[in-house]
C-alpha cells in the first residue's frame, strides 16, 4: 500500500493550489480518503475526507474554500484549495482507511509522506 501526495508548493493568500494523492497496491474504490495537515509546532488536524460511499465531511475552517474529490479509475484523491489563507500552511497528508471515517486521525491505516503548502500574506 502506498500513498503518495504532490502538488504543494509556495502561494500568495487568497490562491489556490491543487493537492493528488495516488494510492497504489490497494482498491481506492473501498477505501475512504483523509486529508490531514500539520503545522509547525501544531499537532496534526483533518482537513477533509471522501468516504467509500460517497459522502464528504470538512474542517469547519475550510468549508466552501476546499473541494475534496476522487477518480477511482485513476486510483487518485484531489484537494482543491481555494482562497487559501497563511493559516492553511502546513504540511499536507492524506490517509486511507477501509471503514466509515469522520477526521480523526487514528481511524486511518495507511498514510503518505506529505506535501509542504506554505501561503504568504
Known amino acids: 500500500v502506498q500513498l503518495v501526495e504532490s502538488g504543494g508548493g509556495l502561494v500568495q493568500a487568497g490562491g489556490s493550489l491543487r493537492l493528488s494523492c495516488a494510492a497504489s497496491?490497494?482498491?481506492?474504490?473501498?477505501?475512504?480518503i483523509g486529508w490531514f495537515r500539520q503545522a509547525p509546532g501544531k499537532k496534526r488536524e483533518g482537513v477533509c475526507i471522501?468516504?467509500?460511499?460517497?459522502?464528504?465531511n470538512y474542517a469547519d475552517s475550510v468549508k466552501g474554500r476546499f473541494t475534496i474529490s476522487r477518480d477511482n479509475a485513476k486510483k487518485t484523491v484531489y484537494l482543491q484549495m481555494n482562497s487559501l489563507k497563511p493559516e492553511d500552511t502546513g504540511v499536507y497528508y492524506c490517509?486511507?482507511?477501509?471503514?466509515?471515517?469522520?477526521?480523526?486521525?487514528?481511524?486511518?491505516?495507511?498514510w503518505g509522506q506529505g506535501t509542504q503548502v506554505t501561503v504568504s500574506s
Open positions: 471522501s468516504n467509500n460511499d460517497g459522502s464528504t
Open positions: 490517509a486511507a482507511a477501509r471503514r466509515h471515517c469522520h477526521l480523526y486521525d487514528y481511524e486511518f491505516d495507511y
Open positions: 497496491g490497494f482498491t481506492l474504490d473501498y477505501y475512504g
